[in-house]
């Protein structure tokens, strides 16, 4: 699951669904629900990551008394959050798969 | 982007209603794995990266993510096991 999920855009998973229901029932009330539960699940997961960063990045570049902001080291720390966000949900996933091919899960 | 009214709803049919049910669950846990991602990231970041002068992860904080995750989720295991034999 990439990044780019959580902001509702191109994870193959929902992409099938979109077509597996545009086949079955293509009902455009049903339609039109699935993409509103999907839409906000894509806004909640947006804003659990800028909360979440903004407090990593808070923490690490900003020291009292907070009287000068530090663009910079925000900007590297973003960019290194959601690079850490990667390599965390690739390792969490490849535990997730050997737990359920080896029968754990 | 239109809203869907309770008329809307009550209209809907059973096999759509049956899609729907099917569309949440695998939704819900999705969501789920998306929760714990945030939140190991969240932990593991604290843990394992140190300055953030560059906005590249060097192997080592790589490797540390990789492993505070599975130590993490190992601890997790352990502790619900324990909880088991304690019972």
């Given at each position: 699951m990439g990044l780019s999920s959580i902001f509702g855009g191109g994870a193959p998973s929902q992409q099938k669904d979109a077509a597996s229901s545009a086949k079955t029932s293509s009902n455009p009330i049903a339609i039109e629900l699935k993409n509103q539960i999907a839409q906000e699940l894509a806004v909640a997961n947006a804003t659990e990551l800028v909360n979440k960063i903004s407090e990593n990045c808070f923490e690490k570049c900003l020291t009292s008394p907070y009287t000068s902001r530090n663009d910079p080291c925000i900007d590297q720390c973003l960019a290194k959050y959601m690079r850490s966000w990667n390599v965390i949900s690739k390792a969490y996933i490849s535990r997730i798969q050997n737990a359920s091919a080896s029968g754990e899960i | 982007m239109s809203s869907l009214s309770t008329s809307d709803l009550a209209s809907l049919d059973d096999t759509s209603k049956k899609e729907i049910a099917t569309f949440l669950e695998g939704e819900n846990s999705k969501q789920k794995v998306?929760?714990?991602?945030?939140?190991?990231t969240n932990t593991c970041f604290k843990k394992c990266v140190g300055s953030v002068n560059n906005p590249d992860l060097s192997?080592?904080?790589?490797?540390?993510?990789?492993?505070?995750?599975?130590?993490?989720?190992d601890t997790n295991i352990r502790i619900v096991n324990g909880l088991q034999n304690t019972r």
């Open positions: - | 998306q929760m714990s991602i945030h939140q190991f192997s080592q904080e790589e490797q540390c993510l990789a492993n505070c995750v599975n130590r993490f989720l």
